[in-house]
Protein backbone atom coordinates (compact mmCIF):
# COMPACT_ATOMS: atom_id res chain seq x y z
CA UNK A 1 0.00 0.00 0.00
CA UNK A 2 2.78 2.66 0.48
CA UNK A 3 4.16 1.72 -3.33
CA UNK A 4 0.55 3.03 -4.05
CA UNK A 5 0.90 6.27 -2.07
CA UNK A 6 4.20 7.02 -3.51
CA UNK A 7 3.17 6.55 -7.03
CA UNK A 8 0.13 8.73 -6.32
CA UNK A 9 1.89 11.37 -4.76
CA UNK A 10 4.41 11.25 -7.83
CA UNK A 11 1.73 11.31 -10.20
CA UNK A 12 -0.01 14.48 -8.64
CA UNK A 13 3.69 16.01 -8.66
CA UNK A 14 3.97 15.40 -12.14
CA UNK A 15 0.49 16.83 -13.10
CA UNK A 16 1.55 19.76 -11.19
CA UNK A 17 4.85 20.15 -12.97
CA UNK A 18 3.04 20.15 -16.36
CA UNK A 19 0.37 22.65 -14.83
CA UNK A 20 3.15 24.92 -13.38
CA UNK A 21 4.91 24.53 -17.47
CA UNK A 22 1.63 25.39 -18.87
CA UNK A 23 0.59 28.35 -16.66
CA UNK A 24 4.24 29.60 -17.68
CA UNK A 25 3.84 29.21 -21.39
CA UNK A 26 0.67 30.60 -21.18
CA UNK A 27 2.35 33.84 -19.24
CA UNK A 28 5.03 33.97 -21.77
CA UNK A 29 2.63 33.48 -24.86
CA UNK A 30 0.44 36.08 -23.66
CA UNK A 31 3.27 38.67 -23.24
CA UNK A 32 5.50 38.05 -26.66
CA UNK A 33 1.69 39.08 -28.28
CA UNK A 34 0.71 41.64 -26.23
CA UNK A 35 4.59 42.94 -27.11
CA UNK A 36 4.25 41.87 -30.65
CA UNK A 37 1.44 42.62 -31.78
CA UNK A 38 0.45 43.84 -35.46
CA UNK A 39 -1.17 46.98 -34.09
CA UNK A 40 2.00 47.96 -32.44
CA UNK A 41 2.91 47.21 -28.50
CA UNK A 42 0.23 47.29 -26.44
CA UNK A 43 0.43 48.24 -22.35
CA UNK A 44 -1.44 45.59 -19.78
CA UNK A 45 -4.08 48.66 -19.42
CA UNK A 46 -4.68 48.83 -22.91
CA UNK A 47 -4.64 44.96 -23.47
CA UNK A 48 -7.13 45.14 -20.13
CA UNK A 49 -9.09 48.31 -21.52
CA UNK A 50 -9.83 45.96 -25.04
CA UNK A 51 -10.66 42.81 -22.92
CA UNK A 52 -12.55 43.66 -20.09
CA UNK A 53 -9.70 41.33 -17.76
CA UNK A 54 -8.49 43.03 -14.95
CA UNK A 55 -4.65 44.34 -15.48
CA UNK A 56 -3.83 42.66 -11.73
CA UNK A 57 -5.45 39.53 -13.72
CA UNK A 58 -3.37 40.05 -17.03
CA UNK A 59 0.20 40.49 -15.04
CA UNK A 60 -0.61 37.45 -12.93
CA UNK A 61 -0.83 35.58 -16.04
CA UNK A 62 2.03 36.91 -17.36
CA UNK A 63 3.87 36.72 -13.82
CA UNK A 64 7.16 33.99 -13.78
CA UNK A 65 4.95 31.20 -12.01
CA UNK A 66 1.86 32.17 -14.52
CA UNK A 67 -1.62 31.74 -12.76
CA UNK A 68 -4.97 29.46 -12.85
CA UNK A 69 -7.15 31.15 -15.37
CA UNK A 70 -10.56 30.08 -16.65
CA UNK A 71 -11.49 29.82 -20.15
CA UNK A 72 -13.37 32.74 -20.53
CA UNK A 73 -10.77 34.78 -19.76
CA UNK A 74 -8.66 33.12 -22.28
CA UNK A 75 -11.26 33.64 -24.76
CA UNK A 76 -11.06 37.43 -23.85
CA UNK A 77 -8.05 38.37 -24.11
CA UNK A 78 -7.27 36.28 -27.35
CA UNK A 79 -10.03 37.51 -29.52
CA UNK A 80 -9.30 41.48 -28.09
CA UNK A 81 -6.09 40.63 -29.85
CA UNK A 82 -7.77 39.89 -33.20
CA UNK A 83 -6.93 36.03 -32.27
CA UNK A 84 -9.96 33.93 -32.76
CA UNK A 85 -8.13 30.20 -31.27
CA UNK A 86 -7.82 30.25 -27.77
CA UNK A 87 -5.11 27.43 -28.68
CA UNK A 88 -2.55 30.24 -29.41
CA UNK A 89 -1.72 30.60 -25.53
CA UNK A 90 -2.31 26.79 -25.06
CA UNK A 91 -0.25 24.85 -28.29
CA UNK A 92 3.11 25.75 -29.64
CA UNK A 93 2.30 24.52 -32.65
CA UNK A 94 -0.63 26.86 -32.66
CA UNK A 95 1.09 29.65 -31.35
CA UNK A 96 4.47 29.86 -34.22
CA UNK A 97 1.66 29.26 -37.01
CA UNK A 98 -0.48 32.02 -35.81
CA UNK A 99 2.77 34.44 -34.90
CA UNK A 100 4.08 33.66 -39.14
CA UNK A 101 0.67 34.81 -40.05
CA UNK A 102 0.44 37.69 -37.57
CA UNK A 103 3.92 38.60 -39.36
CA UNK A 104 2.35 38.07 -42.96
CA UNK A 105 -0.57 40.47 -41.73
CA UNK A 106 1.70 43.01 -40.42
CA UNK A 107 4.15 42.80 -43.57
CA UNK A 108 1.12 42.90 -45.94
CA UNK A 109 -0.12 46.42 -43.62
CA UNK A 110 3.45 47.90 -43.99
CA UNK A 111 3.50 47.65 -47.83
CA UNK A 112 0.15 48.79 -48.64
CA UNK A 113 1.27 51.78 -46.03
CA UNK A 114 4.19 52.37 -48.24
CA UNK A 115 2.17 52.56 -51.56
CA UNK A 116 3.00 48.86 -52.58
CA UNK A 117 -0.03 47.97 -54.94
CA UNK A 118 1.01 44.36 -56.04
CA UNK A 119 2.32 41.72 -53.82
CA UNK A 120 4.19 38.38 -54.39
CA UNK A 121 2.67 35.18 -53.08
CA UNK A 122 4.58 33.55 -50.80
CA UNK A 123 4.67 29.76 -51.26
CA UNK A 124 4.14 28.33 -47.67
CA UNK A 125 1.48 26.37 -48.30
CA UNK A 126 3.72 23.24 -50.10
CA UNK A 127 1.90 23.45 -53.57
CA UNK A 128 4.18 23.79 -56.62
CA UNK A 129 5.61 26.73 -57.89
CA UNK A 130 3.88 26.83 -60.87
CA UNK A 131 0.45 26.59 -59.10
CA UNK A 132 1.64 29.67 -56.84
CA UNK A 133 2.78 31.91 -60.13
CA UNK A 134 -0.53 30.92 -62.11
CA UNK A 135 -2.47 31.77 -58.38
CA UNK A 136 -0.74 35.18 -58.00
CA UNK A 137 -1.45 35.87 -61.58
CA UNK A 138 -5.05 35.11 -60.99
CA UNK A 139 -5.06 37.41 -58.07
CA UNK A 140 -3.31 39.74 -60.08
CA UNK A 141 -5.57 40.14 -62.98
CA UNK A 142 -8.51 40.14 -60.11
CA UNK A 143 -7.52 42.86 -58.57
CA UNK A 144 -6.66 45.06 -61.98
CA UNK A 145 -9.96 43.87 -63.39
CA UNK A 146 -11.53 45.12 -60.17
CA UNK A 147 -10.03 48.76 -60.56
CA UNK A 148 -11.05 49.21 -64.10
CA UNK A 149 -14.53 48.17 -62.72
CA UNK A 150 -14.08 50.69 -59.64
CA UNK A 151 -12.95 53.58 -62.13
CA UNK A 152 -15.96 52.98 -64.69
CA UNK A 153 -18.60 53.01 -61.80
CA UNK A 154 -16.74 56.25 -60.92
CA UNK A 155 -16.60 57.86 -64.52
CA UNK A 156 -12.27 57.64 -64.22
CA UNK A 157 -12.38 55.39 -67.10
CA UNK A 158 -11.81 56.29 -70.36
CA UNK A 159 -14.61 54.40 -72.09
CA UNK A 160 -17.02 55.18 -69.35
CA UNK A 161 -19.33 57.13 -71.29
CA UNK A 162 -19.89 54.45 -73.72
Known amino acids: MASDNHRAG ?3 EDIDDRLNLTRSAVGERLRYI ?3 HPEGPLTRAELAERSGVSMRTIAALESAEGANVQVDTLVKLTHSLGI ?3 AYLLDGDVFAQVNQELALSRQLREAKDAGVEAVLLRNSTGI ?3 A ?3 LNNLLDAIVGAARQAKGRLQGDAPD ?3
Request: hydrophobic share 20%; aromatic share 0%.
Open 84 to 86: RRV
Open 132 to 134: AST
Open 160 to 162: AGR
Open 128 to 130: SDD
Open 10 to 12: SGA
Open 34 to 36: REH
